[in-house]
């Protein structure tokens, strides 16, 4: 039952200050008013949506490529005051995984809070990753978690209820899993789904593992694979390879707890987990503050399943350009290093493995136990080489390649030209045209029966024709010149393919088209989405062709 007075009392004050009085950027009365009789001011609420609801579709940037990058973060921290207490051991100057404040005795707080979107669709699993996420932080620092508040930024009534409750069941449950209770938490109403967790634990303070201690000879170990902003970016746009949600969510939803207890046993030197920094950046900051230079083998990095077949086509979520600015200048690649070898050591990660440097004598122990306890990808990437200023060398043995496509930005080569698998960039029109598929020009060679694709109404002479068959020869190279890729990418001219098909009427143009889409990776919906926007053009007729034809390649 609406409370009319009040709406009226509620309403009447917002059309005076020339503001909704809960939302100052809107007029009153509100869209949302005029559309739905609906007055939030005023206590009014709209039914609850239901149904399932896909969370990586609610975000722009999904997991812990949801942050602010490194070098903006400390461009912002660089003129705080420092912290003048004795009893903070490890504070925010140290850039490190987590804060430690002494106690009484050797007994110190370890302290973290990590909150990010969406890296998985399923609310449940997503909050099982927020946990896991935050509790790493602790468990880098050789620390042992004891409890957890929730934290939660929610579309409250725009997003199933049920969506929320999932997210903080799933981290209630991967806490518990830990020994952690959840004792409380704080949501704020926000247009992004966001959720993390503020942990609390306690260290022995001497046994405190910080991104500082790295030393000439340690071996450089990671725990678990890389890859997870290239597949979850994958998932976003309808593009990973099979599996790879499944393959990413159970490593995201893993704890680190067994590596952070076994690395003090084999006597790590430093530690820091590998989150949304990217490998290359937690690396590079780990050799700064431990006054080191370091080298890793990219062959001996863990990798997901279907990461290399997503650089190969292009798949490179923006992530990985930010921390590329952030710390490209750390980085020394070697010969035979590639471009797309160094996306992914910038990718930005979710719940990641903890990076450990251990003496190099313990490594091959320390990653055998660790593989007999349950962490099957924990691998030697490289060493600590030596006293220095924070270098990190990439370097290859070639025992790991990359897809062809991906493969040909090596290090002071030259680029092969562009294929259909090929990440779009700007192509030489001269040179695309001479190496396209003739498949690629819709009308360049008039094959048989339906393939003929606007064949039809070109001049068709015969040989000896001389001028009619020149022109024809020219036409069919202008076709398949306009087809290749140049300022526009070979799937943005595919969707106008399919668009002007439709406009053109051209139906054998339209079943070649849409073939095309199809194996270039076009789901249903892209493709419907291009047709319509050529009827929206074209009318109605246009659209009677359109379903017609649908109907008969259905058929």
Not at 25 to 46: H, M, S, Y
Not at 221 to 226: A, D, E, N, R, Y
Not at 320 to 339: L, M, Q
Request: glycine share 10%; charged share 25%; proline share 6%.
């Amino acid at each position: 039952m609406i409370d009319r007075e009040k709406r009226k009392r509620v309403m009447q004050r917002s059309i005076r200050l020339g503001h909704c009085i809960c939302d100052p950027k809107k007029a009153c009365p509100c869209d949302l008013f005029k559309a739905k009789d609906v007055c939030l001011c005023a206590g009014e609420t709209l039914d609850a949506p239901t149904g399932p609801v896909r969370l990586t579709a609610l975000v722009e940037k999904a997991g812990c490529a949801s942050k602010i990058d490194q070098a903006s973060l400390k461009r912002v921290l660089a003129d705080l005051p420092d912290i003048d207490d004795p009893r903070v051991l490890v504070g925010s100057a140290a850039g490190d995984d987590a804060g430690v404040y002494a106690l009484d005795g050797d007994v110190c707080l370890v302290q973290t809070v990590d909150v990010f979107c969406p890296s998985v669709d399923d609310p449940y699993v997503f909050g099982q990753i927020a946990a896991a996420n935050s509790l790493s932080d602790v468990y880098a620092m050789g620390g042992r978690p004891l409890t957890a508040l929730s934290i939660i930024g929610f579309p409250i009534r725009e997003v199933p209820d049920h969506v929320m409750r999932e997210m903080l069941r799933g981290g209630i449950d991967k806490m518990a899993e830990a020994g952690v209770p959840v004792v409380g938490g704080h949501s704020i109403k926000d247009a992004e789904i966001k959720a993390g967790f503020a942990v609390t634990g306690l260290i022995d303070k001497n046994h405190i593992l910080t991104n500082a201690g790295a030393r000439p000879g340690d071996a450089l170990v990671l725990t678990k694979p890389i890859g997870t902003g290239i597949l979850a970016f994958a998932v976003q746009i309808d593009r990973a390879p099979e599996a790879a949600a499944g393959a990413i969510a159970d490593s995201m939803t893993t704890l680190n707890r067994t590596a952070a207890e076994r690395m003090l046993e084999f006597d790590a030197h430093a530690c820091t987990d590998v989150t949304g920094f990217g490998l290359m950046g937690h690396l590079a900051e780990m050799a700064r503050a431990s006054g080191v230079d370091v080298r890793i083998v990219w062959d001996e990095v863990p990798l997901f399943p279907g990461v290399l077949e997503c650089l190969a086509e292009g798949i490179i979520p923006g992530g990985i350009e930010r921390n590329r600015e952030s710390s490209a200048s750390s980085a020394d690649a070697g010969d035979g290093v590639t471009e797309a070898m160094l996306d992914v050591c910038f990718d930005p990660q979710t719940s990641g493995g903890l990076l450990v440097a251990v003496p190099a004598a313990k490594a091959e122990a320390f990653v055998a136990r660790l593989h007999e306890e349950g962490v099957p990808a924990a691998a030697v990437i490289g060493e600590v080489t030596g006293k220095g200023t924070g270098r990190v060398a990439v370097t290859t043995s070639g025992r790991c390649t990359m897809p062809a496509s991906a493969a040909p930005q090596a290090n002071g080569e030259a680029a092969s030209p562009p294929s259909e698998a090929d990440e779009p960039r700007r192509a030489d029109p001269d040179t695309a045209a001479a190496t396209a598929p003739a498949e690629e020009a819709c009308c360049a060679e008039p094959p048989a029966d339906d393939e003929a694709c606007c064949a039809e109404g070109t001049a068709s002479a015969a040989p000896g024709a001389g001028g009619a068959a020149e022109v024809e020869r020219a036409f069919m190279a202008f076709m398949k010149r306009a087809a290749t890729p140049g300022a526009l990418d070979v799937a943005t001219k595919q969707a106008l393919n399919v668009a002007l098909s439709v406009l053109a009427e051209c139906e054998p143009c339209l079943k070649i088209h849409i073939r095309k889409a199809r194996r270039m990776g076009f789901t249903e919906e892209e493709i419907e989405e291009a047709a319509w926007m050529a009827i929206a053009f074209g009318g109605s007729p246009t659209m009677m062709f359109y379903k017609e034809t649908a109907r008969k390649m259905a058929e």
